[in-house]
Structure formats: C-alpha cells, structure tokens
C-alpha cells in the first residue's frame, strides 16, 4: 500500500511568489496534518484535518498560508507571497481519526516538500 | 503548554557502542510518547510508542520505558549499527492523536 504521497519534493522560488505543495494521504486516513520543520528543528504543527474540517489550524499564519481538503482526501497547503523566512520542509502525515483512532495512534509521514526561497 | 526536551546531538558513537538518547517532557494531561526516526532523504517513520506509565516501547532492538515519575522517555539501544545513523525525535501527544509535539532530534552517527 503506498505511504504518504507529497509533491513536489523541492521548490525553489523567489521572494514575494507562490506557491503550493500537495499531499494525498493513505487510503482509509481522515485525520490529515501539515507540519514545518525548520533545519535542525523539530516538526511543528501547522494544521490538522479531520476529513474536510480543519480542526486545529491555530499555528497557520493565515496572512499568507492557506490550505484546503476540499473532499476530506488528498490536500493542498499554500503560500502567497513567500518570505525567505518561509525557506524550510513541509511535511504531510495522515492517521486513523475518530472512533478509529485514539490513545497512541500512529501518524504516518510524506518524505515532505523542501522549500527554498530566495 | 506541553513541550519536548531531548539531548542535543550531534552524537558520535562507534559500532556496538551503547546508545541512551535523554528525552523529558511536560504534559497537561496524561500523553502519549512516540520515538520517531529519520533516516537520511527519508520521511518520519514511528520507532516506538508507550501509551502508559511504566510501559516499555521496543523495536529494532531500541527501548524506552515511560517513567511518569521522572516524566522521561529515555532511547536506549545496546549495540548500534551504522545503518542507525539517523535524527531521532521525542514526541508526545495528549488525548489520543490530536496534536503531537515533537522534540528537536538528536543526531546520531555511528561510525565503522
């Protein structure tokens, strides 16, 4: 079964453009998450899903960031204008929610979209 | 707020030396604790997990034990291969999978 799936796995783009990264997650997952990790950080929550609602999405810089999961599957996240502060990974992970979910739940990680902006 | 606090890396070690990784944490309910992995040009993949106190996480020969009284989840391995080069991040997540708070990794590198 394929894992997580984002594109694209590297972007560069120059100050003040957009851009988005896309990510379908494992069949069957309605919990959806966007992450950024800084180099050398830890990944942060940027917002979360559950099927097509955002849930948590208290951490998006909704100035510029935006994202939707238009029919609770696969979802885009995007950025208008970049800052070169906004240079770092984007990372999707997907996991079993609701009644199926719970204590201990595993989420499951993309190999994230490295952003550069210069 | 809950938070993460695990050693700063790098860490340098030799084949089969032992391995402990420190991992502490501060929860405002009762967490979950996740040990993830990421192997170089790879995604995030879960190591681990123990869900209750006093539980013991393993997996490819790695173990940590939840110590609610110590609020840690220290990574220990007994003989580490290079093939566990990795960045290891502490996690935890209160309330089942609702939001899970990561640590900064730990570099670890073994050389031949």
């Known amino acids: 079964e394929a894992g997580v799936v984002q594109s694209p796995r590297y972007k560069i783009i120059e100050k003040k453009q957009p851009v988005a990264f896309w990510c379908n997650p494992i069949?069957?997952?309605?919990?959806l998450y966007w992450y950024l990790q800084n180099l050398g950080q830890g990944p942060e929550l940027l917002i979360r899903?559950?099927?097509?609602?955002?849930?948590?999405d208290s951490q998006l810089p909704k100035d510029r960031f935006s994202a939707e999961r238009l029919k609770g599957v696969d979802s885009t996240l995007k950025i208008q204008p970049a800052e070169l502060g906004d240079s770092a990974v984007y990372l999707c992970?997907?996991?079993?929610?609701?009644?199926?979910?719970?204590?201990?739940?595993?989420?499951?990680f993309g190999q994230g979209t490295r952003l550069t902006v210069v | 707020g809950d938070s993460v606090t695990q050693m700063e890396g790098p860490v340098t070690l030799s084949e089969e030396a032992f391995l402990t990784i420190n991992c502490t944490y501060t929860?405002?309910?009762?967490?979950?604790l996740f040990w993830y992995v990421q192997y170089p040009g790879e995604g995030l993949q879960l190591l681990l997990k123990?869900?209750?106190?006093?539980d013991k996480g393993s997996n490819k020969g790695f173990e940590a034990t939840y110590r609610k009284e110590t609020t840690s989840f220290h990574l220990e391995k007994g003989s580490v291969q290079v093939s566990d080069s990795a960045v290891y991040f502490c996690?935890?997540?209160?309330?089942?999978?609702?939001?899970?708070?990561f640590g900064t990794g730990t570099k670890l590198q073994v050389i031949p």
């Open positions: 996690a935890l997540s209160v309330g089942g999978y609702q939001k899970v708070t």
């Open positions: 069949s069957g997952h309605n919990t």
């Open positions: 992970a997907s996991s079993l929610g609701g009644s199926a979910g719970g204590m201990g739940t595993e989420a499951f």
């Open positions: 929860a405002t309910g009762y967490p979950s």
């Open positions: 123990a869900t209750k106190a006093d």
């Open positions: 899903y559950e099927n097509e609602e955002a849930v948590d």
